[in-house]
């Protein structure tokens, strides 16, 4: 900013002084409001006012405002300002502007082309006055008004440095409030290369500006990556005597090295060798600075260089490909975990957390288990106590698992209330995912549940339940645990529930010892009675109905529980029902039936525990329990979601359902009143999932399907000619010299037959094969189970095609029955002949019906300008194609409720029928066209389901002749890492892989 000299606005100064001077709020609102009226005057009556007093009168219009009151005129005096030609009038104009005038001003405007025309002159002092007023209004009208002209500023070869500083920024906040209006052009390719700039501002400017476009189109930048590792290079190897205006405590350009770092974190690790090798010894070089000595003792200095530290940190991590660089960040970190700066061990902790999902640092981070158990017990921040809780969990294998849950069961008795909940779920995850022994596993829940019982969620000890029940060699053990547990005095009601529950199905297993005897289970669990809930207390009549049958002998003493007045006339119309309606099962039935009605759970189906999504929905960031994989190709993570087991349901999903009794006589009594209620009938419609795990009675039909899938077209008859049609873009328009190729194998798949084929998995029509002879159309268009293909055989010669013939296989009719019709053995010159294929699904099928062509060229040509093709002429062809039918063609949209979706996912949690892949997208992570693709594959787009707006949720029902297949599908888009996550769940394993892999091969 220039020095302006002898421009003392005396009349401002005394008006400041006089507001200074007021004894009272009155006084001041007096002396305001008289100079108002002054100014107001002066504005409306004098046209002769030159540009200092309108300059000073704008001031003092400002100063009012900023001292709390409301300015409703002077906004055209202050826009006229803007045309003066001296910097002082001009900046008072900009400041009023920035300040006074808001995005909805009808002199939005002309403050716009005031702006332009200071953006184009050539005074370098005008146009940064320009950007500033820019930037800090902002608004889309600008965007929309300015956006074409700030990026000229930015790359033109005249621009100064300063100038090009405040350009890069004020693009930023364009770019940020309205993207779609700042046009593309060839600033973006020039853009980066501002990376290089010998300006350490504009770099830095840059670099800002750089990370926001790189989020939005990151392939559209690719080349920076170099430039940033460049630079990078430059300042980690220099002194910070070389870059004296830019070093900050002796550390050379701290905030441009972490917008580097950063901004590398949007790609993967660079595929050029040089560029890598160049990268890592930059964070090499890094981590070396950090254990060399401070150069000073001011805080400022070791926050600076510890910023470039972490960061370095998080890009090693982010690329998880150099396992050296992994382990040495590791034991840095863990230098940190006793650092007396509390911040710093936070910090440490939560990058170990990341470190310990790397295949590479596992064990490294492991070594640091003492630190990280003894910071938990010692640390006074409840927030650094957190993060060791997370990085416990995160480091557990089936090595460490027992020493890890037995240092946090003691450190739970203790611990924050704000973190108890959490440090319970974790504990029971790790215990039942790395029990080598469940009476361990007994041992840890049962603990738990004595320590903390309020903070144990009901999916705990369902599922402790679950496990007790499928594995016969514990469930003795269990009884007997569970009841030396609930002799305590003090007893949890979450004990008691699972007391009641276990000895309810097991008791028999220690009834041989006195000490435990049938009559001894009854009275400890009926002494609890009292003390607990009424949905504990229909547990418990639960417990004691099965009683009998399991002891005989003690029938008599439960039906007179069951008869007393406390319960057969209970407030609670629940309890009431239960206590009658035992009561009368257990006098009135034969000791058959009531074997029958009571007989033992059996076991449950096989899955992933439910607790890992309540740790998700609590906390969606949760630390992986397993390492992944390091790719080289940047870390695979989807949604921040990394660690999750392949069964894992929705981070959304409501909380699983308790244990469901044993099918009953009686189909409406709940014998342990567990059972969540049934969904309503729907007797129309087919249950769709076949699967054996299903309760009866409750009906998961999606509903009805449509009757015409819409797939890949509108309505009416999808069989239109397309011979001569051009081919789509990005596909090839000739397959060349394969025609020889195809002559000479008969049983060899065409070349590009499997490309081609991909390209039919999610849309109906199109050109399934092309070379210099004979281009070949597909319509096709599907209702319920049947289908039918339109086939189109043109002749692109003008010899004539002579023993034509076109089959199409099946390896098995029972699965997908196949019809055709032959075509005529001439195909003349440049005609077209159709054939029609007429399908029926039986039942999910996976193999691919083959199209078997063959013909011969004639030797002659009735046209006297022939083509070239006559080379062919008298060579049989053969060319065999995958027809573009599979099961997703059968497939039709469902519409669903978000709560339907999800019990129908947690229905389907059985390992087998669940498919999952992550990959890395193909091209770029474009939303509009993935819901394209789903829907062209015969999904629904369900909106509103899943709580991450950029994942995909979708449903759809393929129709076979036997039966109906629901099919529910979860898509979830990495935009940084550029990778998917496709979760797909169908009653039957086979068809889950087969459209898992279908669709993976479509992003």
């Not at 911040?343 to 957390?353: D, I, K, T, V």
């Not at 003349?828 to 062509?853: H, R």
Request: one cysteine or more; charged letters at 20%.
């Amino acid at each position: 900013m220039p020095t302006v000299k002898g421009d003392g606005m005396r009349g401002l100064a005394v008006f400041i002084s006089d507001i200074r001077n007021c004894k009272s709020k009155e006084a001041e609102v007096k002396r305001i409001n008289k100079e108002l009226a002054n100014i107001r005057s002066k504005f409306k009556g004098d046209k002769t006012l030159d540009g200092y007093q309108k300059k000073k009168y704008v001031c003092k219009l400002l100063f009012i405002f900023l001292l709390g009151h409301d300015i409703d005129f002077g906004h055209m005096e202050a826009v006229n300002l803007l045309s003066s030609n001296k910097y002082t009038e001009k900046q008072i104009g900009y400041l009023f502007i920035s300040v006074l005038v808001n995005e909805n001003s009808d002199l939005i405007q002309l403050v716009i082309q005031n702006i332009k025309t200071d953006l184009m002159s050539r005074n370098p002092i005008h146009i940064n006055l320009a950007l500033h007023c820019i930037a800090n209004i902002g608004s889309k009208a600008m965007a929309e008004g300015l956006g074409a002209e700030v990026p000229k500023l930015l790359v033109s070869a005249d621009t100064i440095d300063q100038v090009k500083q405040s350009a890069s920024l004020c693009l930023l906040r364009l770019y940020r409030t309205s993207a779609e209006s700042i046009p593309a052009g060839e600033w973006q390719s020039r853009v980066i290369h501002l990376l290089n700039d010998q300006h350490m501002g504009v770099v830095t400017a840059a670099c800002s500006l750089i990370h926001d476009l790189v989020q939005k189109n990151p392939d559209d930048f690719k080349g920076c990556v170099s430039l940033a590792v460049s630079r990078l290079s430059r300042i980690v190897t220099s002194s910070y005597t070389d870059l004296q205006d830019y070093t900050y405590y002796f550390v050379p350009a701290p905030w441009l090295s972490v917008k580097l770092l950063r901004l590398m974190q949007m790609y993967g690790p660079p595929d050029d060798p040089a560029i890598r090798g160049r990268l890592n010894e930059c964070l090499e070089t890094i981590l070396n600075k950090a254990q060399e000595p401070p150069k000073s003792k001011k805080v400022q200095h070791s926050n600076s260089k510890n910023a470039v530290l972490f960061e370095a940190i998080n890009l090693i991590i982010h690329h998880d490909s150099e396992p050296n660089l992994l382990v040495r960040a590791c034991n840095q970190l863990g230098q940190f975990l006793q650092h007396r700066e509390t911040n710093l061990r936070y910090l440490a902790l939560e990058s170990m957390c990341l470190l310990a999902s790397s295949e590479f640092s596992r064990e490294a981070v492991k070594k640091h288990q003492e630190t990280v158990v003894t910071s938990l017990k010692t640390e006074r921040d409840v927030s650094v106590r957190q993060r060791a809780v997370d990085l416990l969990y995160a480091m557990c294998d089936r090595s460490n698992a027992e020493e890890i849950v037995g240092e946090m069961l003691d450190y739970l008795e203790k611990a924050d209330y704000s973190i108890r909940e959490e440090m319970v779920l974790k504990v029971a995850i790790l215990a039942e995912k790395f029990a080598v022994d469940y009476t361990w596993y007994v041992d840890t829940i049962l603990n738990l549940i004595r320590i903390a019982g309020d903070y144990v969620s009901e999916e705990v000890w369902y599922r402790v339940i679950q496990i007790v029940i499928n594995r016969e060699d514990v469930q003795g053990y269990a009884a007997k645990t569970v009841f030396e547990a609930l002799q305590a005095p003090a007893c949890h009601e979450n004990m008691v529930k699972v007391g009641g529950y276990i000895l309810g199905e097991f008791g028999n297993l220690i009834a041989g010892d006195p000490r435990s005897s049938p009559l001894v289970q009854f009275n400890l669990l009926h002494s609890k009675f009292h003390l607990c809930s009424p949905s504990t207390r229909g547990l418990l009549l639960s417990a004691y109905v099965k009683f009998i049958n399991l002891f005989p002998e003690i029938k008599m003493t439960i039906q007179d529980v069951l008869k007393s007045d406390n319960q057969l006339r209970n407030a609670d119309a629940e309890l009431q029902q239960r206590a009658v309606e035992y009561l009368y099962l257990s006098a009135k039935t034969t000791a058959d039936v009531l074997a029958t009605v009571l007989e033992e759970m059996p076991p449950f189906p096989e899955r992933e525990s439910s607790l890992l999504a309540k740790l998700k929905k609590k906390k969606p960031n949760v630390v992986p329990t397993e390492p992944k994989k390091g790719t080289g190709k940047g870390v695979v993570e989807v949604n921040n979601t990394a660690g999750e087991s392949s069964t894992d349901e929705p981070v959304s999903v409501s909380p699983p359902s308790p244990p469901q009794p044993a099918a009953a006589a009686v189909a409406s009594t709940d014998l342990l009143g567990l059972d969540s209620a049934p969904a309503p009938a729907q007797p129309t419609v087919q249950s769709i999932f076949e699967s054996p795990t299903t309760v009866p009675g409750l009906d998961i039909g999606f509903g009805a399907a449509p009757a015409v899938n819409n797939v890949g077209g509108g309505g009416g008859s999808l069989l239109v000619d397309v011979f001569g049609a051009p081919p789509a873009a990005g596909q090839p328009a000739t397959v060349q010299n394969n025609v020889a190729a195809a002559a000479t194998d008969q049983n060899a798949m065409a070349p590009g037959a499997e490309d081609n084929f991909r390209k039919f998995v999610c849309k109906n029509n199109g050109v399934l094969f092309e070379n210099d002879l004979l281009q070949i159309g597909v319509k096709s268009e599907y209702r319920a189970n049947l289908g039918r293909v339109g086939l189109f055989f043109g002749n692109k010669t003008s010899y004539q095609f002579h023993g034509f013939k076109s089959g199409v296989t099946t390896p098995n009719e029972d699965e997908l029955g196949v019809q055709f019709q032959p075509v005529g053995e001439v195909v003349e010159g440049g005609a077209q002949v159709q054939q029609m294929i007429n399908l029926e699904c039986k039942t999910d099928f996976l193999d691919i019906p083959t199209l078997q062509i063959q013909f011969q060229v004639s030797e002659s040509s009735n046209d006297p300008k022939s083509d070239n093709n006559e080379r062919y002429a008298g060579i049989p062809q053969h060319i065999n194609l995958k027809v573009p039918v599979m099961i997703s063609k059968f497939m039709y949209p469902t519409e669903m409720s978000s709560a339907d979706f999800f019990s129908r996912w947690k229905q389907l949690s059985i390992p087998s029928q669940e498919a999952q892949n992550i990959f890395k997208a193909e091209g770029p992570v474009d939303k509009e066209a993935n819901k394209t693709k789903l829907l062209g594959f015969g999904l629904s787009l369900l909106e509103g389901v899943d709580p991450n707006p950029e994942n995909f949720v979708s449903a759809g029902i393929i129709n076979t002749k036997g039966a109906q297949i629901g099919c529910l599908l979860r898509l979830e888009p990495n935009l940084q890492a550029m990778m998917y996550r496709l979760t797909l769940r169908t009653s039957k394993e086979s068809v889950s892989r087969e459209l898992c892999e279908l669709l993976s091969t479509q992003f």
